[in-house]
Each structure stands twice: as structure tokens, then as C-alpha cells.
């Protein structure tokens, strides 16, 4: 079990196995509901718990999970830049071998121009707030 999460951690950074891990502890949520019939003070160790996990949660400060954001809108501009170059030089060449090599070169130099603008991005914005 631990080297699953370890090995999660690794993957996907410490903050995703961290919620991930959290996530089962809805059972034990399940269990002081029940136990807090018997047991009031049940109910207060519950509310105790699950204000730690989220301050611990917020104490996690991992570089990938700032940067997020800029990962996806990224990923959606590559999608639409190279599914209409690759559309558009489907209708215009009409040999796939030609295709796949347009669009790999395509590819290779939308990452490397959204690359750089994103670099110059986070670069201006470090610089903005020494200002």
C-alpha cells in the first residue's frame, strides 16, 4: 500500500496522492457518524481531524501544482493548432505519409513557440512582483 502511494506521489506529485489518499477516508467519516450515537465526543475528534488534513493539505507547497493552469490552456491550444493544420493539410496534400510528416513538424514547433511563450510569461510575472 505504501509503495502505491509512493509510487503515486512520484507520478503525479504529493498534493494528487494526498487527496487521493484522503478520499478514503470517507469511511472513517462513516464510522464516527455511528460511533458519535454513543460517543458525542466522537463528532468533535471528526471535526479536529478533517480541519488537520486540510491545513496539512494547504502546508504542501509543490512548484507542479502552481503551474497547472498554464499546463492545461497549453494543451488545449496544441489541440486546436494541430488538428486544423492537420485538417487543413489532409485536404491539401492527400498523401498520408506527407501529412504525417507535416504534422510532426508542426507539432514539434507549436511546443517549442508555446514553450518559449509560456517561459517568457512566468519569467515577466517573477520580474512583476519584485517590482
Request: net charge negative; aromatic share 6%.
Given at each position: 500500500?505504501?509503495?502505491?502511494?509512493?509510487?503515486?506521489?512520484?507520478?503525479?506529485?504529493?498534493?494528487?496522492?494526498?487527496?487521493?489518499?484522503?478520499?478514503?477516508?470517507?469511511?472513517?467519516?462513516e464510522?464516527?457518524?455511528?460511533?458519535?450515537?454513543?460517543?458525542?465526543?466522537?463528532?468533535?475528534?471528526?471535526?479536529?481531524?478533517?480541519?488537520?488534513?486540510k491545513?496539512?493539505?494547504?502546508?504542501?507547497?509543490?512548484?507542479m501544482?502552481?503551474?497547472?493552469?498554464?499546463?492545461?490552456?497549453?494543451?488545449?491550444?496544441?489541440?486546436?493548432?494541430?488538428?486544423?493544420?492537420?485538417?487543413?493539410?489532409?485536404?491539401?496534400?492527400?498523401?498520408?505519409?506527407?501529412?504525417?510528416?507535416?504534422?510532426?513538424?508542426t507539432?514539434?514547433?507549436?511546443?517549442?513557440?508555446?514553450?518559449?511563450?509560456?517561459?517568457?510569461?512566468?519569467?515577466?510575472?517573477?520580474?512583476?512582483?519584485?517590482?
Amino acid at each position: 500500500m505504501l509503495f502505491k502511494y509512493l509510487l503515486i506521489s512520484r507520478l503525479f506529485g504529493l498534493t494528487f496522492a494526498v487527496k487521493l489518499i484522503e478520499k478514503g477516508e470517507e469511511e472513517a467519516e462513516e464510522v464516527y457518524e455511528k460511533i458519535s450515537i454513543v460517543f458525542p465526543k466522537a463528532r468533535e475528534i471528526m471535526r479536529d481531524e478533517m480541519g488537520h488534513e486540510k491545513i496539512l493539505i494547504g502546508m504542501i507547497d509543490e512548484e507542479m501544482v502552481k503551474y497547472v493552469g498554464s499546463l492545461v490552456l497549453g494543451l488545449n491550444d496544441a489541440l486546436v493548432e494541430l488538428t486544423g493544420a492537420l485538417a487543413g493539410l489532409t485536404f491539401t496534400l492527400q498523401n498520408s505519409k506527407l501529412v504525417g510528416v507535416a504534422g510532426l513538424v508542426t507539432g514539434i514547433a507549436a511546443s517549442l513557440s508555446m514553450s518559449a511563450s509560456e517561459y517568457l510569461s512566468q519569467k515577466s510575472e517573477k520580474t512583476e512582483k519584485t517590482l
